[in-house]
């Protein structure tokens, strides 16, 4: 298994950080099983204030890119990531389109 975690801003707007979590309350089951289908066998997200942090756990052949080709394929992914981008926006050094950005381990403890 492989553990992953991202970074991603949202509007600065207490009605869209709002709006956003509802909507995450109730995650449509198409997004749910295409989360599934590309190898994430977890999914955690916070926030604080307007920044989210995600923690994906995966199986050992995940693959971003493949990720990718298959939320291309599929209009439902398309449909609500359209709908997220009405509440989300890049932190300053993503690249243009660019959502997530994987963060650096800094610091790690185990007992």
Request: glycine share 4%; aromatic share 12%.
């Amino acid at each position: 298994m492989k553990r992953y975690c991202l970074g991603l801003g949202l509007i600065n707007d207490p009605l869209l950080i709002a709006a956003y979590e509802e909507v995450h309350r109730n995650v449509w089951p198409e997004i749910k099983a295409s989360i599934l289908a590309t190898g994430i066998l977890a999914m955690e997200i916070y926030r604080v204030d307007n920044l989210l942090f995600m923690i994906m756990d995966t199986e050992d052949d995940f693959s971003f890119a493949k990720k990718a080709e298959m939320d291309a394929a599929n209009p439902k992914v398309q449909e609500w990531e359209d709908l997220m981008w009405t509440y989300q926006q890049a932190l300053p050094s993503a690249k243009p389109g660019e959502k997530w950005k994987l963060m650096d381990r800094i610091f790690e403890f185990y007992k």
